[in-house]
């Protein structure tokens, strides 16, 4: 099993920055590739960006120069900077992690963002 807990959403105004941080504990093995998603009120979850422990990284079709995706060292900790927000970033932001060559997918609870005008 594998734990994954998301922090730093909150309540920004237009043009401001987050940096959310997704921390994998427990099983973590390998090589592995985490991700970010969101998932807005009354839409489908959308994928932003991916990083394997290698560093191959995978952007979504909607993710722009604002996000950045990053990952420590030690391989169990991500991060998604993201700069110049507006409202229609507002959304549940969740990481998941998955370990190369299984089909074990797991999730973290979500972090809140919400992005005023």
């Avoid at 730093?8 to 920055?17: A, D, I, L, P, Y």
């Avoid at 960006?49 to 120069?65: D, E, L, N, Q």
Wanted: charged share 15%; aromatic share 8%; with cysteine.
């Amino acid at each position: 099993q594998v734990q994954l807990v998301e922090s730093g959403g909150g309540w920004v105004q237009t043009g401001g920055s987050l940096r959310l941080s997704c921390v994998a504990s427990g099983n973590v093995v390998g090589s592995s590739v985490m991700a970010w998603h969101r998932q807005a009120p009354g839409k489908e979850r959308e994928m932003l960006a991916s990083i394997s422990t290698g560093g191959r990284i995978v952007y979504g079709r909607s993710v722009g120069a604002r996000f950045t995706v990053s990952r420590d060292n030690a391989g169990n900790t991500i991060h998604l900077q993201m700069n110049n927000l507006n409202p229609n970033d507002t959304a549940v932001y969740y990481c998941n992690y998955r370990q190369i060559d299984t089909t074990d997918l797991y999730w973290g609870p979500g972090t809140e963002v919400t992005v005023s005008s």
